[in-house]
């Protein structure tokens, strides 16, 4: 009989919802001021007309995109959701016996070793083996990939009005934190719900800075060309600023940047398009072709990397005459 996803989420423990609720309370202003500073976008703007203010308020909410109602698994991926629950435990065992092997070979080193060490050491070997296997089995029938293949932010959202055309104009927007997604993934990836929680809440920042910030002149990437842009552009820019970000804030969060990374490895390709900008590019080529695309309503990858290309060597003759 399948598994449905739906009832693996009815079984994530209530006290979830408190630790994502404390977490974005604690985190939300230090994640907000580290996006502003990396793409130089604000919320708030003073020109001329006097401005406008745009709030976008996290939610905390125990449901989930509608795309996971009719996700399931096979029965037979009962033992691969066992092994979730304890990846954790596997990776410490398949690092920690690799140690107690170093320590068994010291101890036989020393006067009366044998008598200290008091163990097959083939024993040792065969639980390291082990439980390297179980991780195996787990990677290749690893849920949060298949999950992660729907075509939406299953974590968190970022949701807004998209018919605003004015690029000087607000646009209703919010950000939803799905509370049973976040603690079922978090299990499933062996990771804390506190610094999971970090990763989305960052991610959804990035797209409401990208789309609803301001730029110096005032304007803003309207919410109706932002919709109709390419999944890999926004979603590039997404992820080249949540990175950015859990970086300057590694030290108040020091385990984001790492799930961040397991994530990545699972997340399908639109999630990959920024990967080439953080090793060819600046952070400040990157933001000045964003800049372009929002200024003349482009929306696709390829027109941003043509942009960036062209940053990228206007930028270098200013970058070679600070050395």
């Known amino acids: 009989m399948p598994i449905l996803l739906t009832d693996l989420l009815e079984r994530v423990p209530k006290e979830v919802e408190g630790r994502v609720r404390a977490t974005r309370d604690r985190a939300r202003n230090v994640l907000r001021d580290a996006i502003r500073a990396e793409c130089r976008l604000a919320m708030r703007t003073d020109v001329e007309d006097g401005g406008a203010s745009a709030q976008v308020p996290i939610e905390v909410l125990p449901g989930y995109p509608e795309a996971l109602k009719a996700l399931s698994f096979p029965d037979e991926l009962r033992h691969v959701l066992l092994l979730t629950r304890f990846r954790r435990s596997l990776a410490e065992v398949a690092s920690g016996t690799a140690g107690l092997l170093q320590l068994y070979e010291a101890l036989k080193q020393l006067p009366n070793g044998s008598d200290w060490a008091g163990v097959d050491p083939a024993a040792i070997s065969d639980t390291r083996e082990w439980a390297l296997e179980m991780l195996r089995r787990l990677e290749t029938h690893d849920p ?167 940053a990228g060597e206007q930028l270098k003759p200013l970058k070679d005459s600070l050395f």
């Not at 999950?147 to 000087?168: K, P």
């Not at 610094?195 to 920042?205: F, N, S, Y």
């Not at 970086?247 to 080439?276: C, S």
Request: aromatic share 10%; proline share 4%.
């Open 144 to 310: 949060v990939g298949k999950i992660l293949t729907v075509n939406e932010d299953i974590l968190g959202a970022y949701i807004y009005r998209a018919d605003v055309h004015d690029e000087f104009a607000t646009n209703s927007a919010r950000i939803a934190l799905y509370w049973c997604v976040i603690g079922l993934v978090s299990d499933w990836l062996g990771s804390s719900v506190e610094d999971l929680t970090v990763v989305v809440m960052a991610h959804e920042l990035a797209h409401a800075y990208t789309q609803l910030g301001a730029d110096i002149e005032g304007r803003r990437w309207p919410s109706h060309h932002f919709g109709e842009a390419e999944t890999d552009l926004k979603e590039g820019l997404a992820q080249f600023y949540t990175l950015r970000a859990l970086q300057r804030v590694h030290g108040r969060f020091p385990g984001a940047i790492d799930v961040f990374d397991t994530l990545l490895a699972k997340q399908p390709g639109p999630y990959h398009a920024h990967e080439p900008w953080v090793e060819h590019f600046s952070p400040e080529a990157v933001r000045q072709a964003m800049i372009e695309v929002r200024r003349w309503q482009e929306g696709t990858l390829e027109q941003f990397t043509d942009r960036l290309g062209r």
